[in-house]
Each structure stands twice: as C-alpha cells, then as structure tokens.
C-alpha cells in the first residue's frame, strides 16, 4: 500500500458509515468508507494531504476527510 511505502505504515479502523453535506452543491450525502490512520510529522502534512486527494479522485470521491491530529509533532515512545 502507498502507505506503507512513502510513511512506514498506517493502521485500518476499519469500515465506517457517515453523512456529509457537499460543500459545492449542498446536498447531504452518505457513504461507507475506511478509517485509515497515518503517522508522520508536520514537515510531511502536504505531501500527505496530497496522497489522500490522488486516492479519493481515483475512487472517484467527491470530498475526502482528513484529520490532523497532535500538530506539535510526533514522537515514538521506546517501550522497551
């Protein structure tokens, strides 16, 4: 998965059901998608943004949701 290759890996959520309101017609919609997580720092949230919107054209999608979680950054946590 793209994923994987540009980020290291992500997580599936698995599938989920929402309802939207288009932002250009305003008609509400519903789907059901994956909830996909990524992990990457702040430096690499646009290269990030644009995989999601090459992903979401090729399955045809007329909005994607993205989330930006933690943006002071990441850190890995050693457990061991």
Aim: hydrophobic share 40%; charged share 25%; proline share 0%.
């Amino acid at each position: 998965m793209r994923f994987v290759d540009a980020f290291g890996g992500y997580a599936n959520h698995g599938l989920v059901e929402g309802q939207w309101v288009d932002s250009t017609t305003g008609r509400r919609l519903q789907n059901r998608s994956w909830m996909i997580s990524v992990a990457c720092g702040n430096d690499r949230l646009a290269e990030a943004e644009q995989m999601v919107i090459a992903i979401g054209k090729e399955l045809g999608e007329l909005e994607v949701f993205f989330e930006v979680r933690d943006f002071d950054g990441l850190r890995f946590l050693r457990t061991s």
